[in-house]
C-alpha cells in the first residue's frame, strides 16, 4: 500500500531542549483524518512538521517518498498544502483570481495552466461568482473559502486545514465539511486540526488524539469518540450526538449522512 | 522579545525611583558634562552612574551597552588623537602615526561624556518599565495619546514580528522561495508586506474601537494605578 | 411616554461609507431591562453591526447613512455623554488578539486599564480587577503579558477588560469563537452570573446548544434585516431557518428529521426538553 505520509518515530522539541512531540508513529493514506486535543498537545507543532516548516528533531516524516529533511517547503508545496488558521495572515492580493493563482504560479509557472486550477479550485468552494472582487470585500467566512481554495488550486495530494470551523457560521462549517469529503472522494488525504467534537464525527472517519504531545489514540471515529475516558484524559468534550445517544438510550448516528 | 526596551526585573531601590526622576538625572548629567567639558566633571558623573548602575545590580547589562559603543570610543581617540586642530605636543608614535596630547585628552573628554550619556541613560532604560515611564509623564502632563501611542508600539512592533513570521510560513507554504535572485526576493517581500500591512491597519482600528470602548477618550480625571515613592502626595 | 424598555431600536437602518447595500435594514426591537437576548444568523447578515449600532459606535466611529434610533434607557445613544455611555453599555468585539491595548504588559494591568480612564479610585480598581479576574479564572496570569496568552484566555481576558467596568448592559459578539467546549461552557456560566445580577446581555453565537440555554429570546438576522424576534424554539422552527440555511441545536434538527414536535407545536431547542421527545418518538418506533 502506497502510503503518502508516513511519520517513524518522530520527536520534536523547540531550542528549549523539552520535547513537545513524543514518539510519534503514524501514517496517512486517502482516509480523512482528525486529529484533536487539548490546547498544548503540539497539533499546529505536528503539522507544521509534516509540511516541512519544521524539522523533525529525530526521527523521519516521508512525503510522498520523499524525507522532509532533504527538500524544501516550497518542493513540499507540490504534494502538502497548508490552510491556517487566520486568512488575514495570507491574503495581499486586491482580486480573488489573483490570490488564488499566487500558488499555482510559483510550483506551475505556466499561467495558463494556473489560471484553469484556480477557477476550479473557487468553483470546488463556490466562490466562482466572485472572480473579480476584492477579497475585503467578502466576508469572513468567504475569504476563509478562499484560503482553501487558493491551497487547493496547487493540486496537493494531501491537505491539511488548522482549525477550520472557528468562527465559521453553521452554514460554512457544514460546507467545509462537505468539502472535505468532495476530496476525499477525489482521492485526497485529507487531515484537520479541530476541537469541533461534532465536526470531527461528521466529516472524518478517522481520529487521532494528542496529549501533551503523545499519541493516545488512532482508530476510528465512531469507536474513538464513545470512549469516554480517552476523551476525558485529553481533556475533550463528547460530541453532541453521542450526548443525545446516551440519553436517549439508541444509537442515533444511523439518522446522519456519514 | 515581547516588549521592546532594555528593561531588567529587579528589586531595588533605584527601580522604585520614580521613572521622572531617573529620567530628568539622565538628562541633568548628559547637559552638565556638555556644558563643563572638563575631564574630572565627567569622571565624577560616570562613576555616580556606575555606582547607581551597581546598586540596581543592572551593572553587567551596562557593561554590554557600553560595549556597544567601544568602536565608536576607539575611533574617537584615533581621530582626536591624530587629527585634533588643537594639536601640539605629540605624545607617541605608532606606525609611523603621531599621536598628540592635546587630542587624547579631548578624546577622553568626548568617550567619557559620551559613556556617561550611555550610563546615566541606562540607568532609566534599564530599571524602568518603558510603560510606567510613559505613565509618569502622562501624570505630569504628557497628552495621554501620545502616551498611549509610545507605549503600544513598543509591545505591537515585537507583536508584528510574530505575525511576520506566520505571514512568511503562510506564503513559503504556497510556494513562495524565500532565497534566490533579486526578483525573487522581492516577490517575496511584496507577500510579506502585503498582509503584515494591511493587518495592521485592520488592527488598529479594531484596537481604536476597544480603547473607545473602555474609556480613552473619557474627559474625568484619570487615576494612576501605579505608585510612585516621590510622587505619593 | 416613559419607557421601561432597556433597549429600544426603531426603524434602524445603517450603511457603511462606499457601500451601495444597507448593512442594517428597518430593525426594530426592545429588549426588557435583565433580559438575555440571542442574535443569530449568516456570516454578513449584519449581527456585528447591529452590535455596535447598540453601543453608538455606529455611526460614531464609522460614519456612514444612518436612519432610525436607538435607544438605551429612553435616550438616544448618540445624544448620550460619552463617560455615561462606557458604564452603560459594554462591547466585546469578536476578534480577541486585536482588542488588547498593547500599552499594558501584564493582565492585570490591562484590566485595570478601564477603569483607569474613568477616574475611578485606586483601591476600588484593586478590588474590582480581583474580582474580574478571579471569576473569569485569570487570576493565576495576571502577572503575564497578554501577548503570551493563548487565544481562549484572550477571549476571557477581553469579556473581563469590559466586565470590569460594571456596564449595565453588556454585548458580546462571538464571544467563545476560539474556545473549545471547557471555555465555551466558562464563558456561558459568567453570562448566567451576570444574568443573575440583573445585567442585561446581548449575545451573537453559533454555538447555538449552548445559547439556547440560556436565552430568553432570539433575533434572526439575515441580510440585514430582521426575519423575527422571538423565543428560541419558535425561532428554529421557522421555515427561513432552513431556507437560510443558518442551522440549528442538533437534536433540533433530529427532531425535524424525525418530524416530532413538543406540546406547543415547535420543534425543541433544549437539550433536556429534546431527550424527553426523542425518547417517545423512539419508543413510537421499530428503532
Not at chain 2, 84 to 90: A, H, K
Given at each position: 500500500m502506497d502510503l503518502i505520509v508516513k511519520v517513524e518515530n518522530l520527536w520534536f522539541s523547540y531550542k528549549s531542549g523539552k520535547f513537545v512531540l513524543k514518539n510519534i508513529n503514524v501514517s496517512f493514506d486517502g482516509v480523512s483524518t482528525a486529529i484533536v486535543g487539548q490546547n498544548g498537545a503540539a497539533k499546529t507543532t505536528f503539522v507544521k512538521i509534516l509540511k516541512g516548516l519544521l524539522k523533525p528533531t529525530m526521527g523521519d516524516v516521508w512525503i510522498n517518498g520523499v524525507n522532509t529533511k532533504e527538500t524544501t517547503v516550497a518542493q513540499l508545496a507540490k504534494v502538502v498544502g497548508l490552510v491556517f488558521q487566520d486568512p488575514s495572515e495570507q491574503i495581499f492580493k486586491s482580486k480573488v483570481i489573483d490570490e488564488v493563482m499566487f500558488g499555482p504560479l510559483n510550483i506551475f509557472r505556466d499561467k495558463q495552466y494556473s489560471y484553469q486550477m484556480a477557477i476550479e479550485a473557487l468553483k470546488l468552494v463556490g466562490l466562482d461568482g466572485k472572480v473579480n472582487e476584492h477579497p475585503y470585500d467578502l466576508t469572513l467566512s468567504e475569504r476563509k473559502l478562499l484560503c482553501i481554495a487558493s491551497v487547493l488550486a496547487m493540486d496537493p495530494k494531501v491537505v491539511i486545514f488548522d482549525e477550520?470551523?472557528?468562527?465559521?457560521?453553521r452554514y460554512h462549517i457544514k460546507k467545509i465539511g462537505e468539502l472535505v469529503l468532495e476530496l476525499e472522494k477525489n482521492g485526497k488525504t485529507v487531515i484537520a486540526i479541530t476541537h469541533d467534537m461534532d465536526f470531527v464525527f461528521d466529516y472524518f472517519k478517522r481520529t487521532l488524539v494528542l496529549h501533551r504531545g503523545n499519541l493516545l489514540v488512532d482508530g476510528k471515529t465512531d469507536e474513538i469518540l464513545q470512549r469516554e475516558d480517552v476523551l476525558k484524559a485529553a481533556g475533550l468534550d463528547t460530541p453532541y450526538i453521542f450526548k443525545i445517544s446516551s440519553s436517549v438510550g439508541t444509537v442515533i448516528s444511523k439518522l446522519f449522512p456519514i | 522579545m515581547r516588549v521592546l526596551g532594555l528593561y531588567v526585573e529587579r528589586d531595588t531601590p533605584v527601580h522604585k525611583l520614580a521613572p521622572f526622576t531617573k529620567l530628568m538625572y539622565a538628562v541633568t548629567s548628559t547637559v552638565v558634562t556638555f556644558l563643563f567639558p572638563s575631564i574630572t566633571v565627567g569622571i565624577l558623573f560616570l562613576v555616580l552612574s556606575v555606582f547607581l548602575n551597581t546598586i540596581a545590580r543592572v551593572l553587567k547589562h551596562l557593561i554590554a551597552l557600553l560595549m556597544v559603543v567601544s568602536v565608536l570610543s576607539i575611533s574617537i581617540f584615533l581621530i582626536q588623537g591624530m587629527f585634533?586642530?588643537?594639536?601640539?605636543?605629540?605624545l607617541f608614535s605608532l606606525l609611523r602615526l603621531t599621536f598628540y596630547k592635546e587630542g587624547l585628552l579631548r578624546a577622553v573628554v568626548l568617550v567619557l561624556r559620551l559613556f556617561n550619556m550611555i550610563s546615566a541613560f541606562g540607568i532609566l532604560m534599564l530599571t524602568t518599565r518603558p510603560s510606567d515611564l510613559i505613565d509618569d509623564l502622562v501624570r505630569r502632563g504628557l497628552s495621554p495619546n501620545v502616551g498611549y501611542v509610545i507605549a503600544s508600539v513598543l509591545q505591537i512592533v515585537p507583536q508584528m514580528l510574530s505575525t511576520a513570521t506566520r505571514i512568511i510560513d503562510a506564503q513559503r507554504s504556497r510556494g513562495l522561495e524565500m532565497n534566490g535572485s533579486f526578483h525573487k526576493r522581492f516577490k517575496a517581500f511584496l507577500a510579506l508586506i502585503g498582509p503584515l500591512v494591511l493587518g495592521s491597519l485592520l488592527e488598529a482600528r479594531e484596537r481604536a474601537l476597544a480603547l473607545e470602548i473602555r474609556g480613552f477618550e473619557a474627559r474625568t480625571k484619570r487615576t494612576f494605578l501605579k505608585d510612585f515613592s516621590e510622587s505619593k502626595r | 411616554m416613559g419607557s421601561t424598555e432597556k433597549i429600544k431600536i426603531e426603524s434602524l437602518t445603517y450603511a457603511y461609507p462606499f457601500s451601495d447595500k444597507n448593512a442594517l435594514e428597518n430593525i426594530s426591537f426592545s429588549i426588557m431591562p435583565g433580559e438575555c437576548v440571542g442574535i443569530i444568523g449568516r456570516n454578513g447578515a449584519g449581527k456585528s453591526t447591529l452590535c455596535l449600532a447598540l453601543t453608538g459606535l455606529v455611526p460614531k466611529f464609522f460614519k456612514g447613512r444612518y436612519s432610525g434610533k436607538v435607544l438605551l434607557d429612553g435616550e438616544d445613544v448618540r445624544q448620550i455623554s460619552y463617560e455615561k455611555l462606557v458604564t452603560k453599555i459594554g462591547l466585546v468585539l469578536q476578534n480577541p488578539f486585536s482588542q488588547i491595548t498593547g500599552a499594558r504588559i501584564t493582565v492585570y494591568e490591562e484590566v485595570a486599564f478601564g477603569l483607569e480612564n474613568l477616574g475611578i479610585p485606586r483601591d476600588e480598581i484593586k478590588q474590582r480587577v480581583e474580582a474580574v479576574l478571579k471569576a473569569l479564572d485569570l487570576w493565576e496570569k495576571r502577572d503575564e503579558n497578554p501577548f503570551e496568552l493563548s487565544g481562549g484566555q484572550l477571549q476571557k481576558l477581553a469579556i473581563a477588560s469590559v466586565l470590569v467596568l460594571q456596564p449595565e448592559v453588556l454585548v458580546l459578539d462571538e464571544p467563545t469563537s476560539q474556545l473549545d467546549s471547557g471555555g465555551t461552557k466558562e464563558v456561558f456560566e459568567i453570562i448566567s452570573q451576570m444574568k443573575s445580577q440583573g445585567i442585561t446581555i446581548v449575545l451573537v453565537e453559533h454555538k447555538y446548544e449552548m445559547l439556547v440555554e440560556y436565552v430568553d429570546k432570539i433575533i434572526f438576522l439575515q441580510e440585514g434585516k430582521m426575519i423575527a424576534f422571538d423565543e428560541a424554539e419558535k425561532i428554529f422552527s421557522l421555515p427561513e431557518i432552513d431556507e437560510y440555511m443558518v442551522g440549528e441545536p442538533i437534536y433540533t434538527k433530529l427532531c425535524k428529521k424525525l418530524n416530532s414536535k413538543n406540546s406547543r407545536g415547535y420543534y425543541p431547542v433544549k437539550f433536556s426538553e429534546a431527550v424527553g421527545i426523542l425518547r417517545e418518538a423512539r419508543c413510537g418506533s421499530d428503532r
Open positions: 477550520p470551523t472557528i468562527a465559521q457560521d | 585634533y586642530v588643537g594639536n601640539y605636543t605629540p | -
